[in-house]
Each structure stands twice: as structure tokens, then as C-alpha cells.
T-cell receptor, first 113, second 113 residues
Framework: GENVEQHPSTLSVQEGDSAVIKCTYSDSASNYFPWYKQELGKRPQLIIDIRSNVGEKKDQRIAVTLNKTAKHFSLHITETQPEDSAVYFCAASGEGGSEKLVFGKGTKLTVNP | EAGVVQSPRYKIIEKKQPVAFWCNPISGHNTLYWYLQNLGQGPELLIRYENEEAVDDSQLPKDRFSAERLKGVDSTLKIQPAELGDSAVYLC???????????FGSGTRLTVV
């Protein structure tokens, strides 16, 4: 089955800097890759997703890149703000996103003012 | 639109007691999932429903866990008897059948003492 590895497990940056979180996956059939943000004690919330037919997607300060050949994808946050502090999870699944999502172990991002 | 609703929000029980969690998905979402999230880890799938049919329950510990989704809407997850190691957050999520990301509920935080 699918296995998703996520790095780093913790990341601390200064406000205004960029943050990058990387994930690798094992199943070459996976073609949907969402990213979730989870604040302490709250539900995971979808912040951005990408499908295998594109290599990059941007939404304001957040971007995701996908390299299907290497089976890795990354989350990029620019101009970080203290409210970006949370745990971020990457995930991978089959077509459409309605199949099983396999999650990484998460990255705790701390943005220092 | 109401999100995915779960109850109870918190539950504390003694080991060997039964416990049940309830989930009401977003209206019109055919696919429903129960995930288990241990502290500091990513969510792990327990069971996935397509309408009222359990299409993936391979990770559900069937000796003590059971689930049902009568009429393809609400779902209940039960543990009987609970063990200390079952302490975790139980997340419910739902999605449209095709091409939409998951929406998670707030989860039920279970503590077994």
C-alpha cells in the first residue's frame, strides 16, 4: 500500500521568511495530493491540493509543487506570519480524492514574531 | 452549509467499557471515513463507506471495533470493550464521490482510564 514520508517533523522560522515542507510517496498510482493545516485541538483543514496532471499550484502565499517522476511533492509558504503556526500534514490518494488518503506524520511549523 | 458534525466532543471512560461515536456528514456527501489520530501523528484510516457500504475496513480492529452507516447518511463507530491504547482522537470526514477533498469533523477525543 501507499506510504507517505514527511520532513521535517519540526520547523521554526522567523516571521516573513519562507517555509518548505517536503513529502515523498511510494505508490506511483497515487494522483491526488492535498495538504492540511491543523491547529492545536482543531480539525485538519484543507489548505491546498494538487493533482498529477499539473506540476505546480499557487494560492496567495501558499504553493505546492509535484514531481511525479521522483514521487515527491512540497508545500511552500512565503512571507510567513505567526498565524501560520500549526501542524501541516501532506497526504496522497488515488483518483478523485474520494479514495483512502494516506497521511504523513506531520510537520510542526512555528513562526516566531 | 453545515460541516461534518461529530459527537461527543470529549469522552472519558474506564477500560473494558463500551463507547460509541456519532458522525453526520455534509449533506450530499456519499463517501464517509473514520480516521484515528494518535497524539503527534497523522490520521490513519479505520473504515471508508460509499453510501451505506463499507468498501475499505481492512484497518478496523474487528475484534473490538464496529461501525455502521444506516441509510447512507449518519454513521456510528463503536468500541467494545475499550482498551487503554484506544485513547486518541477519532475523526470523521466526508467527501463528494468525485474529485473533491475531504472535510473533517472536529473529532471525538477519547480517553480510556
Amino acid at each position: 500500500g501507499e506510504n507517505v514520508e514527511q520532513h521535517p517533523s519540526t520547523l521554526s522560522v522567523q516571521e516573513g521568511d519562507s517555509a518548505v515542507i517536503k513529502c515523498t510517496y511510494s505508490d506511483s498510482a497515487s494522483n491526488y495530493f492535498p495538504w492540511y493545516k491543523q491547529e492545536l485541538g482543531k480539525r485538519p483543514q484543507l489548505i491546498i491540493d494538487i493533482r498529477s496532471n499539473v506540476g505546480e499550484k499557487k494560492d496567495q502565499r501558499i504553493a505546492v509543487t509535484l514531481n511525479k517522476t521522483a514521487k515527491h511533492f512540497s508545500l511552500h509558504i512565503t512571507e510567513t506570519q505567526p498565524e501560520d503556526s500549526a501542524v501541516y500534514f501532506c497526504a496522497a490518494s488515488g483518483e478523485g480524492g474520494s479514495e483512502k488518503l494516506v497521511f504523513g506524520k506531520g510537520t510542526k511549523l512555528t513562526v516566531n514574531p | 452549509e453545515a460541516g461534518v458534525v461529530q459527537s461527543p466532543r470529549y469522552k472519558i471512560i474506564e477500560k473494558k467499557q463500551p463507547v460509541a461515536f456519532w458522525c453526520n456528514p455534509i449533506s450530499g456527501h456519499n463517501t464517509l471515513y473514520w480516521y484515528l489520530q494518535n497524539l503527534g501523528q497523522g490520521p490513519e484510516l479505520l473504515i471508508r463507506y460509499e453510501n451505506e457500504e463499507a468498501v475499505d475496513d481492512s484497518q478496523l480492529p474487528k475484534d473490538r471495533f464496529s461501525a455502521e452507516r444506516l441509510k447512507g447518511v449518519d454513521s456510528t463507530l463503536k468500541i467494545q470493550p475499550a482498551e487503554l491504547g484506544d485513547s486518541a482522537v477519532y475523526l470523521c470526514a466526508s467527501s463528494l464521490e468525485q474529485g473533491r477533498g475531504y472535510t473533517f469533523g472536529s473529532g471525538t477525543r477519547l480517553t480510556v482510564v
